[in-house]
T-cell receptor, first 113, second 116 residues
Framework: AQKVTQAQTEISVVEKEDVTLDCVYE???????LFWYKQPPSGELVFLIR??????QNEISGRYSWNFQKSTSSFNFTITASQVVDSAVYFC??????????FGAGTTVTVRA | KAGVTQTPRYLIKTRGQQVTLSCSPI?????VSWYQQTPGQGLQFLFE???????NKGNFPGRFSGRQFSNSRSEMNVSTLELGDSALYLC???????????????FGEGSRLTVL
């Protein structure tokens, strides 16, 4: 069975602060894919990143960075110098050898001006 | 390039009725997935279609069904609606350049169903 845990329900920060979202996953498969999605109030899930289980390199994209650690089954996401537009719900998701994504419960990020 | 389009965006039904939701994937995408999002259960997988074939189904009762047409458009149907079916129903498609087991999903804005 696959499981994704996002222990942080809500995070509130002041603009320009950094914020890190935790994601811990469980799977018995050796090949799997991890994703992060952003859901703004409009409802659409916006794809942010995909990593496969064989690529543990950390990645940076602008103010976003991801830390994948297979040893601790974690795939954490950091927003550097947060902005009000970063306010959204962020979901971590896992997919292994089937066609469905297993999502975490999501973390609501509120960035105050 | 148009994104995933879902219709209707909002709808209100009463218990016992049935509802059909529509999803048009991104042009050229052949894999379509459906997810239900509720405050209590979060995002849950409903089913996935590829070339008019259902390849995987989530743990939902038989009242939830779907289909995909030859143009890749998909519909899902919920019969005998219950209050607990109130949710945001999200549709997603996957680029044909990627295996739908590995590629990212592109989501629509969803259809928000309220059952009274």
């Amino acid at each position: 069975a696959q499981k994704v845990t996002q222990a942080q329900t809500e995070i509130s920060v002041v603009e320009k602060e950094d914020v890190t979202l935790d994601c811990v996953y469980e799977t018995r498969d050796t090949t799997y894919y991890l994703f992060w999605y952003k859901q703004p109030p409009s409802g659409e899930l916006v794809f942010l990143i995909r990593r496969n289980s064989f690529d543990e390199q950390n990645e940076i994209s602008g103010r976003y960075s991801w830390n994948f650690q297979k040893s601790t089954s974690s795939f954490n996401f950091t927003i550097t110098a947060s902005q009000v537009v970063d306010s959204a719900v962020y979901f971590c998701a896992l997919r292994s050898n089937d066609y469905k994504l297993s999502f975490g419960a999501g973390t609501t990020v509120t960035v105050r001006a | 390039k148009a994104g995933v389009t879902q219709t209707p965006r909002y709808l209100i039904k009463t218990r016992g009725q049935q509802v059909t939701l529509s999803c048009s994937p991104i042009s050229g995408h052949r894999s379509v997935s459906w997810y239900q999002q509720t405050p209590g259960q979060g995002l849950q997988f409903l089913f996935e279609y590829f070339s008019e074939t259902q390849r995987n189904k989530g743990n939902f009762p038989g009242r939830f069904s779907g289909r995909q047409f030859s143009n890749s458009r998909s519909e899902m149907n919920v019969s005998t609606l219950e209050l607990g079916d109130s949710a945001l129903y999200l549709c997603a498609s996957t680029s044909p350049r990627q295996d739908s087991k590995t590629g990212e999903l592109f989501f629509g804005e969803g259809s928000r169903l309220t059952v009274l």
